[in-house]
Structures are given as structure tokens and as C-alpha cells.
């Protein structure tokens, strides 16, 4: 599958994005689709991830401020991130895979399949 994300910008602290992802190539619904960031200097960490049966699970540091959805009929999954802090400026990705299970799904080395990254840049 092929996945390519969209939706970063320049912010102010307190504002909203929406991240995108859409995929192609193979069934969207047989996915786990989770979005990761990396900040500069930093390693890639788990932000939220949604499963086949559209379970949701995030980090502690977004948790009430981002949600996780996914439309499988326009094969995109989505990150809406809301009170955005300065915090959060990293580059995001999505990945998806089909042998996610709960004790990996917050691991990005797990994951077969990655978007290029779109950045977000959260100003105080």
C-alpha cells in the first residue's frame, strides 16, 4: 500500500490542523493505521493509531486534543489536532500495517507501510 500524507502548516499555539493520509494499492480496510512524529534530534514516537474495528488508541501527551479517524470508502485516514502546543511541531507520519496487534501497535517498527511526512510548526 501507498500512503501519502497532507494537511501540515504553521500554526499558532491553541489552533487546529487536520492531517490526511490517503492510500492506494490494496484493501484499506484490512489496515491498523496509526500516525507517528519526530521532532529534530528526536526519535519517531507513537502518537494515535486506529484499528480494523475502529478502536482508538493515543499517546498520554495528545490524549483529549487529537483524534484518529478513518474512512475506508475514500481510503484515507485522518488526524484531527486540536489545542496544538509548541510541543507538538515535528514532522508527522502515517504507517499502516496488517499484523498490527495491541502489544505493537505503538512501536514504529512494526509497521510495513509509511507516508513521506508532512510537517507541523506549532508558534507560541
Known amino acids: 500500500v501507498q500512503l501519502q500524507a497532507s494537511g501540515g502548516g504553521l500554526v499558532q499555539a491553541g489552533g487546529s490542523l487536520r492531517l490526511s493520509c490517503a492510500a492506494s494499492?490494496?484493501?484499506?480496510?484490512?489496515?491498523?493505521l496509526g500516525w507517528f512524529r519526530q521532532a529534530p534530534g528526536k526519535e519517531r514516537v507513537f502518537v494515535a493509531t486506529?484499528?480494523?474495528?475502529?478502536?482508538?488508541y493515543y499517546a498520554d501527551s495528545v490524549k483529549g486534543r487529537f483524534t484518529i479517524s478513518r474512512d475506508n470508502a475514500k481510503n484515507t485516514v485522518y488526524l484531527q489536532m486540536n489545542s496544538l502546543k509548541p510541543e507538538d511541531t515535528a514532522v508527522y507520519y502515517c504507517?499502516?500495517?496488517?499484523?498490527?496487534?495491541?502489544?505493537?501497535?505503538?512501536?514504529?517498527?512494526?509497521?510495513?507501510?509509511w507516508g513521506q511526512g508532512t510537517q507541523v510548526t506549532v508558534s507560541s
Open positions: 494499492g490494496r484493501t484499506f480496510s484490512n489496515y491498523v
Open positions: 504507517a499502516a500495517d496488517q499484523g498490527i496487534i495491541s502489544s505493537t501497535m505503538r512501536t514504529s517498527q512494526y509497521y510495513d507501510y
Open positions: 486506529i484499528r480494523r474495528s475502529g478502536a482508538t
